[in-house]
């Protein structure tokens, strides 16, 4: 018979090897094994190393891992995953409270202790929920009987606000009171004479100058210099809690919405994740690289698994705290946080592209994913135009190639037709031929003869001809004549409203023959260079790419713009929303760039352009001049 043992081990064996990314299956069997075999120490070091090396910001599994490494092994063992904790997710205020309890009953040395709950401190002392940690902090050195290091403490706890900012003050002027009170040997002369001399001083700020106050007001030797470092002291104090309370008035909005502080697998509502947007543009413009770095980092602790504020950090930290600062955010996004979310793939390679590193970028992408269903598309066009923009246009064609036969063989069928029409894109931009990028057409249409959406773009070509013509072609009266063996012609023909005919046929009591088709397919190269396409819904024309306002497509007009567009391939449609342009960035605007953007939409928003119902079609053609032929002449 099979062990309970041996079931949790094979189990565990086959998550580890399957790269379970589950949160709650992980989380029964952690549970299951530690009510199993608790004394087992080396399967619980393998559970919780699996576990953490995927969800490493679980600050509470981080404390049970630790708790059993003491319980099996002995202190330091505990200490180990405590510091293995803390330096992957250093900014989470709950890691450094579980740290820093376990540190007060473990450690013999209280220089350890205080020195653990400094740093704890300075990672984490501009959230507005470390209260929970200045509390420990306090109610260890009251426990000491430090009054020193609590009179410090105390005035420190002052310097950013909290959610008990005002608790401390209270303590604070408490404190400044008891001393007064102790000083009894300074006359009231004397006293006004300090007064006077503080009225006139400049308050010191810096940690170091009120490390000095706080010397000294513990010095015994001379009653003078204790009530002026006293006096100081509050006014200090007085200063640095106005100032936070200055600066609680302006985030106690953003803090209030804020539900969630630690990770969880369960989506954030769309008014948090606002709020958290919110909340980072106030930090951005307040002039404190520190506080937006921890902002940040806090952020990313519940909102690790959305690629947006991952995005965004790099950005930042791009514009503001450097190369080197960005590529480890990245780092940290694609291998461990969001590694199995495609759209922070998508960003990195296109930042790698921009920073000079095309093999870096490459390297970004992972293999082609059939199952990535929301980004597959939008993958294969990033990727190919990519190889497109370094020269490597055999490459491009193989990306949507491969990623064609993929879709097959997945039974992805609703991304075929995209595909093909991506392609089609493509091949017209590589080669400037229309026959070739028809051929990609057709090749879809005999592959998958039934998909009506790759019909509608063949008959883009009469439309054309229409436009450049001048005159209106009635295809009630028209008649599709097949070449060799033209699969699901009666489809095709409904779709262009056409009856079909065959050959041999006559035209105006004359045999008609295939010349004229080649003189017909000779003017489309002319033509489609000369063409600007007329915006119905927008769903089918690109706002970058296509020529649908003025005579060129956009990313050549406003190529800076385009570099930060948050989608390079995105339809007109999706930048109208609610009656008004919506051009999304990934980053804010540098100021070189400003006055390229704010052209652009000047363009946009006072052309007559926009998105609504109705079909997208070609629009005005430029006229050209005629085209002779031993044949005809076309205008």
């Known amino acids: 018979m099979v062990s309970f043992i041996e079931v949790h081990n094979e189990r565990l064996k086959d998550m580890i090897s399957g790269g379970s990314e589950d949160l709650d299956s992980w989380n029964s069997l952690i549970s299951e094994i530690e009510k199993t075999y608790p004394d087992d120490s080396n399967t619980i070091c393998l559970a919780f190393d699996s576990f953490l090396s995927k969800f490493p910001l679980c600050h509470w599994h981080w404390k049970r891992y630790a708790y059993h490494e003491a319980r099996l092994c002995n202190a330091e063992k505990a200490v180990e995953i405590f510091e293995r904790a803390v330096e992957s997710t250093p900014f989470s205020v709950g890691l450094w409270v579980d740290y820093c309890t376990f540190a007060v009953s473990s450690f013999e040395d209280p220089f350890d202790i205080r020195r653990l709950f400094t740093k704890g401190i300075s990672l984490v002392g501009k959230d507005y929920f470390c209260h929970v940690l200045w509390d420990k902090y306090m109610s260890f050195e009251f426990s000491q009987e430090k009054w020193g290091f609590l009179t410090l403490v105390y005035v420190q706890a002052l310097r950013f606000p909290t959610k008990k900012l005002h608790k401390y003050y209270e303590n604070f002027k408490k404190l400044v009171t008891n001393l007064e009170e102790e000083i009894l040997h300074l006359t009231d002369d004397s006293r006004e004479v300090q007064l006077k001399e503080l009225s006139d001083a400049t308050v010191v700020l810096s940690n170091k100058e009120i490390a000095q106050i706080v010397k000294d007001l513990q010095d015994p030797s001379d009653g003078s210099v204790r009530l002026k470092a006293l006096y100081r002291y509050r006014y200090c104090g007085d200063q640095l809690y106005q100032k936070a309370c200055q600066l609680e008035e302006k985030i106690k909005s953003f803090e209030s919405n804020i539900q969630r502080r630690y990770f969880q697998a369960i989506p954030l509502d769309n008014d948090e994740l606002k709020n958290w947007h919110d909340y980072l543009d106030f930090i951005e413009k307040q002039d404190d690289f520190d506080w937006a770095l921890k902002l ?14 991952w995005i965004r950090y790099v950005d930042f930290m791009e514009t503001k705290g450097g190369r080197e600062l960005a590529m480890f955010a990245l780092e940290r996004a694609t291998k461990v946080f969001s590694k199995n979310v495609p759209e922070i793939h998508l960003f990195t390679a296109r930042y790698m592209e921009q920073i000079g590193d095309p093999d870096g970028a490459r390297a970004s992408f992972p293999p082609i994913n059939a199952d990535w269903d929301s980004c597959f598309i939008q993958y294969v066009t990033n990727r190919a135009n990519m190889e497109k923009r370094l020269g490597n246009c055999s490459a491009a064609c193989d990306i949507y190639k491969r990623a064609i036969n993929m879709a097959v063989k997945e039974q992805k069928l609703q991304c075929i037709p995209m595909l093909y029409i991506g392609y089609y894109r493509l091949r017209h931009m590589i080669t400037a031929s229309v026959e070739a990028a028809r051929d990609v057409i057709i090749d879809g249409i005999n592959r998958f003869p039934g998909c009506g959406l790759l019909y509608e773009y063949l008959n883009l070509a009469l439309v054309l001809f229409e436009a450049m013509s001048g005159l209106h072609i009635n295809m009630s009266k028209s008649i599709i004549y ?25 035209y105006l009591g004359l045999p008609l023959g295939a010349r004229v088709w080649k003189t017909i397919r000779k003017l489309w190269e002319v033509f489609y260079s000369n063409a600007t396409l007329k915006v119905g819904s927008g769903e089918h024309i ?32 999706q930048c109208w929303e609610d009656n008004i342009w919506n051009v999304t960035l990934r980053r804010n605007l540098n100021g070189w760039e400003l006055e390229e953007f704010m052209a652009l939409m000047a363009s946009i928003q006072t052309s007559s352009v926009q998105a609504k119902a109705g079909v997208d079609s070609l629009g005005e053609v430029t006229r050209m001049a005629p085209i002779q032929s031993k044949e005809a002449t076309y205008i």
């Open 296 to 309: 940040y980092e806090r952020c990313l602790i519940s909102c690790a698994n959305y690629p947006e504020f």
């Open 482 to 506: 097949p070449v060799n063996e033209v699969p699901n012609l009666e489809n095709l023909a409904t779709i262009m409203c056409c009856s079909i005919g065959s050959f041999p046929t006559t």
């Open 542 to 573: 690109q706002f970058w790419e296509d020529t649908w306002l003025g005579n060129e497509p956009l990313l050549n007009v406003f190529p800076r713009i385009f570099q930060i567009a948050s989608n390079p391939v995105s339809t007109i449609s």
